[in-house]
């Protein structure tokens, strides 16, 4: 149990060295085999929620695990009418935390004018959860490369990608690799385009007892306290995030967004991971990608979309336009 609870807030370095000392120091403890594990959750309770996420959507659609490297497989949701099964598709790339059920609200619009595809990403949802580089542009480059697997298995010659958060990052990282594969990027709310300000501390100081949580913190995973609450880690999505909740009143009035959202984020930390890995304190990203906007075909045409009370910082937007003179570059907000 103890071990579990080590490996869950995802800090496995830890465990081996930890361990040994835990289980002297307890092996004279009798820990039933049948106590229920910490966190109230499994791969079918994952499923199931997903499954209520998509009950609301009235297209038809297929699921499917795809098949990639090392025994891999992506989860993947497939929209494809006869009407318009010759446009040129849109995949869905999700952001942070989250999975294809995430999309319920978008899926019949989208899939009216072209097919579309939603993935878990690698590490996340009900895709597989290997475990991911320590170095930062070795995991960028394990989910841009599982991309890449995943649409030649489905057969793809070219795609719309559009990204949310870390999946709008990931969109433009594939697209400067693989640009023969991109028609259009379209990034909602992006994740890690800009540099970590040097001015933060001076313009905005940050308190002593912030910092010394920070560094207390800083060798787990994002997402570790959810864990480590176990069973109440359900009511805690609840309690902390009500916005979930909010954004799909059209859809729900019960718990089922954030009980997704729970199902989600309490498997085995392995995206999860890897996405700790890609930044630096703060959520400001390593390998910034506004960095390397250059090396985007000037071909490709852009579109970025943020939301009125967004937390992305909009001027990003502003910056790649500047940057991509003679290409199209459509900010909405």
Known sequence: VVQRMLSVVGVPSLVSSVWGYVDTTLRWCWIPSWL???CPTSQIQLQTAEDKMLRCVES???K???PISNGNRLWTLTFRSDRVKDKTPMVLLHGFGGGVGLWAQNLDALSQRRPVFALDLLGFGQSSRPLFSTDAQKAE???VESIEQWRAKVGLE????????LGG??????????????????????WGFPERPNTVEADRPIPVWIKALG???????????L?????LGPTLVQTLRPDFKRKFCSMFNDNTVSEYIYHLNVQTPSGETAFKNMTVPYGWAKRPMLQRMDQLQPEIPITIIYGSRSSIDSNSGSTIKEMRPHSHVEIIV
């Open 227 to 231: 864990r480590l609450v176990g069973p």
């Open 64 to 66: 499917q695990c795809v």
């Open 141 to 143: 480059d394990q989910f």
């Open 158 to 165: 070219s795609m719309i990608l559009l990204g949310h958060n």
């Open 60 to 62: 038809t659609f297929s």
């Open 169 to 190: 990052y990931l969109a433009v990282s594939y697209a400067i690799k693989y640009p023969g594969r991109v028609k259009h990027i379209m990034l909602v709310e992006p």
């Open 215 to 225: 560094a207390m913190f800083s060798p787990f995973n994002p997402l570790a306290g």
């Open 36 to 38: 229920p594990s910490w």
